[in-house]
T-cell receptor, first 111, second 113 residues
Framework: EAGVAQSPRYKIIEKRQSVAFWCNPI?????LYWYQQILGQGPKLLIQ????????DSQLPKDRFSAERLKGVDSTLKIQPAKLEDSAVYLC?????????FGPGTRLTVL | GENVEQHPSTLSVQEGDSAVIKCTYS??????FPWYKQELGKRPQLIID?????GEKKDQRIAVTLNKTAKHFSLHITETQPEDSAVYFC????????????FGKGTHLIIQP
C-alpha cells in the first residue's frame, strides 16, 4: 500500500511571499488532515477534510492560510503572505477509520 | 477544546532499562489515545494506541495504560534498545464530530549504551 505523498519536501521563501503544499492521501482514505509542527513541539491540527468538505478549520489562520481538497482526493495548503513564524514542518495525514498515517512533511523556512 | 500535557520533556535511560512517559488530557469525552514515535527528520509513526474501553494494551516491549478517572495515560517501554531513541508524542482524540488529534509536546527519549 502506497503511503501519503507530499511535495515539495523543502521550501525556502522570504516573508510576504506565497507558498503552496500538495498532499496525496492513501487511496480510499476519506479523511485528510493538515498539521503544523513547529520545531520542538507536537503537531497542531490546522484543518480536517472529510471527502471534499471541511470538518474542522478552527485552528487555521484564515487571514493567510487556505486549503482545498478538490474531488475528495488530493489537497493543497496555501500560505499568503508568509510570516517568519510560519517556519515549520507541514504534515499531511489521512485515515479511513481512526488510525492516522502521516506523510513525510514539507519543511518550510521563511526568511 | 482538548489539552494534552506530556512529561518528561527529556528522558535518558540506560540500555536495557525501562522507560515511562506520562500524559494527561482534559476532555473527558476523549476516547482514543495513540502514541507516535518520530525520529529526527522523519514522519510520526504510530507505535501503539488504546481506546477508552480498555485499561491496558501491550505489544511486545511496548505497553500503554489508561486511567479514565484520572484522565491520564502512560507509555511503557521495557528492555530499551538504542533504536528506541526518538521523540515520542502522545495524543488524544477529542471527538465532537472532528477527529483531529491533539498532541502533547513530546518526550525526547535517549538510550544510553
Amino acid at each position: 500500500e502506497a503511503g501519503v505523498a507530499q511535495s515539495p519536501r523543502y521550501k525556502i521563501i522570504e516573508k510576504r511571499q506565497s507558498v503552496a503544499f500538495w498532499c496525496n492521501p492513501i487511496s480510499g482514505h476519506a479523511t485528510l488532515y493538515w498539521y503544523q509542527q513547529i520545531l520542538g513541539q507536537g503537531p497542531k491540527l490546522l484543518i480536517q477534510f472529510q471527502n471534499n468538505g471541511v470538518v474542522d478549520d478552527s485552528q487555521l489562520p484564515k487571514d493567510r492560510f487556505s486549503a482545498e481538497r478538490l474531488k475528495g482526493v488530493d489537497s493543497t495548503l496555501k500560505i499568503q503572505p508568509a510570516k517568519l513564524e510560519d517556519s515549520a514542518v507541514y504534515l499531511c495525514a489521512s485515515s479511513s477509520w481512526t488510525e492516522q498515517f502521516f506523510g513525510p512533511g514539507t519543511r518550510l523556512t521563511v526568511l | 477544546g482538548e489539552n494534552v500535557e506530556q512529561h518528561p520533556s527529556t528522558l535518558s535511560v540506560q540500555e536495557g532499562d525501562s522507560a515511562v512517559i506520562k500524559c494527561t488530557y482534559s476532555d473527558s469525552a476523549s476516547n482514543y489515545f495513540p502514541w507516535y514515535k518520530q525520529e529526527l527528520g522523519k514522519r510520526p509513526q504510530l507505535i501503539i494506541d488504546i481506546r477508552s474501553n480498555v485499561g491496558e494494551k501491550k505489544d511486545q516491549r511496548i505497553a500503554v495504560t489508561l486511567n479514565k478517572t484520572a484522565k491520564h495515560f502512560s507509555l511503557h517501554i521495557t528492555e530499551t534498545q538504542p533504536e528506541d531513541s526518538a521523540v515520542y508524542f502522545c495524543a488524544a482524540f477529542s471527538g465532537g464530530g472532528a477527529d483531529g488529534l491533539t498532541f502533547g509536546k513530546g518526550t525526547h527519549l535517549i538510550i544510553q549504551p
